[in-house]
C-alpha cells in the first residue's frame, strides 16, 4: 500500500531539527506492522498539498504544535481537502492535530483542555478493539463535541473523546502512538520551563512503562487496510 502522510508539524526550532521530523516517525510507525508499505510525505503547514485525486491508498495526518483555530493559510485548504478524499472512500487516519482537525472538517467542535496541557504517558481504553493501550498525550486542546455521525473509539484521563471513528473510512486517536520514549524524554526536556517542575515530574512518572507502539501500529495499520 501506498500512504501520504500530511505532515503538519510547525516545529522548525533547532530542537525539531535534531530529531526525525513527523513525516519519518509515522513512517517508520507503521513499517512496524507492514514494513512493505511505502510512504509519501507532503508537507502541507507549508503549503505541500496532494492532489485530491492522487493515487495513494490512504491518508495518515500528523500532530503538530499549530492550533486547528489558528489563522493559518494551509488549515481551511487542509479541511477541504480530508472532505475531498474521504468523499473518495479512502482511510484516513488522524493523530493529535489530525484527529482536532478531522472533528472540525467534519462539523465537530475543538477547545481547550479542561486540565490545561496534558504531557504524559496515559493509558487509553478503546473499544475497536476492545482493549487499553499505553502513548504519549502532548495536547492542550482536545474534541469536545463529535462530528454528526461520529462514535468515540477510546478514552483517555481527562479526555472523553480521544478518538473516534466516522462512516467506515475516518478514525482518529488525541495521542501520539509515533513517539518513542527517547523523543518523549527530550521533548519534555525541551518544554521543562513551560511546563514547571511539576509538569516535568508528571510527563516523567511512568517512562518506564513504555508506549504500546507495534500494537497501534497495527490497529492503525489493520484500519488503513480494512477500511478500502
Same mark, same amino acid.
Given at each position: 500500500m501506498h500512504i501520504a502522510i500530511l505532515m503538519t508539524n510547525t516545529d522548525e526550532s533547532p530542537f525539531a531539527a535534531r530529531h526525525p521530523r513527523d513525516g519519518a516517525k509515522f513512517a517508520a510507525l507503521l513499517h512496524l506492522a507492514r514494513p512493505e508499505w511505502t510512504c509519501t510525505?507532503?508537507?502541507?503547514?507549508?503549503?505541500?498539498?496532494p492532489d485530491a485525486?492522487?493515487?495513494f491508498d490512504g491518508v495518515l495526518i500528523t500532530g503538530s504544535p499549530a492550533s486547528v483555530h489558528?489563522?493559518?493559510?494551509w488549515i481551511a485548504p487542509l479541511e477541504a481537502l480530508l472532505r475531498q478524499i474521504a468523499a473518495r472512500g479512502l482511510p484516513i487516519f488522524g493523530a493529535c492535530f489530525g484527529h482536532q482537525i478531522l472533528a472540525r472538517a467534519f462539523g465537530g467542535r475543538v477547545g481547550c483542555n479542561p486540565d490545561g496541557m496534558i504531557m504524559a504517558a496515559v493509558d487509553v481504553d478503546l473499544a475497536e478493539p476492545a482493549t487499553r493501550l499505553r502513548a504519549f498525550a502532548s495536547h492542550n486542546e482536545q474534541v469536545h463535541d463529535l462530528p454528526p455521525g461520529a462514535v468515540t473509539i477510546a478514552r483517555g484521563p481527562g479526555c472523553p473523546i480521544a478518538g473516534f471513528r466516522l462512516k467506515d473510512n475516518i478514525m482518529t486517536t488525541q495521542y501520539h502512538p509515533e513517539m518513542t520514549t527517547e523523543f518523549f524524554l527530550a521533548l519534555?526536556?525541551?518544554? %521543562?520551563? +513551560?511546563?514547571? %517542575?511539576? +509538569?516535568?515530574a508528571v510527563a516523567r512518572a511512568g517512562l518506564d512503562d513504555p508506549p504500546d507502539r507495534r500494537a497501534w501500529a497495527?490497529?492503525?495499520?489493520?484500519f488503513l487496510e480494512s477500511a478500502r
Open positions: 510525505v507532503y508537507p502541507v503547514k507549508d503549503g505541500g498539498f485525486d492522487a493515487a489558528d489563522n493559518l493559510p519534555t526536556d525541551e518544554m %521543562a520551563d +513551560g511546563l514547571g %517542575a511539576e +509538569g516535568v497495527e490497529i492503525i495499520a489493520g
